[in-house]
């Protein structure tokens, strides 16, 4: 079993930033991708970003290319969100993820941390 526990989020101002942090821990894979998912109220999850622990290979999504950066730590099994110049719509409860691949790293998740962003 995989436990993910999520920190970073809270309020902050249009422009602002926030760094979210998970760290991973149990069972140990050869090899995994990392990543965040987000949830805003009445919407469906969807994928923001994503990272191969081997590699370090990033994978974002359209709308936070250029804003947000992810990054990992080996020696912590964590990885880390960096969310710049935010914005209202990236208002969400952010989830992190965890899988072998990047197909099926929604195989386990973190409980959630709410970022809001006011305007």
């Known amino acids: 079993q995989v436990q993910l526990v999520e920190s970073g989020g809270g309020l902050v101002e249009t422009g602002g930033s926030l760094r979210l942090s998970c760290a991973a821990s149990?069972?140990?894979?050869?090899?995994?991708?990392m990543g965040w998912f987000r949830q805003a109220p009445g919407k469906e999850r969807e994928f923001v970003a994503a990272?191969?622990?081997?590699?370090?290979?990033?994978y974002y999504a359209d709308s936070v290319k250029g804003r947000f950066t992810i990054s990992r730590d080996n020696a912590k099994n964590t990885v880390y969100l960096q969310m710049n110049n935010l914005e209202p719509e990236d208002t969400a409860v952010y989830y992190c993820?965890?899988?072998?691949?990047?197909?099926?790293?929604?195989?386990?998740w973190g409980q959630g941390t709410q970022v809001t962003v006011s305007s």
């Open positions: 993820a965890l899988g072998e691949t990047l197909a099926t790293i929604a195989t386990y």
């Open positions: 149990g069972r140990t894979f050869s090899s995994y991708t």
């Open positions: 990272i191969r622990w081997s590699r370090g290979t990033p």
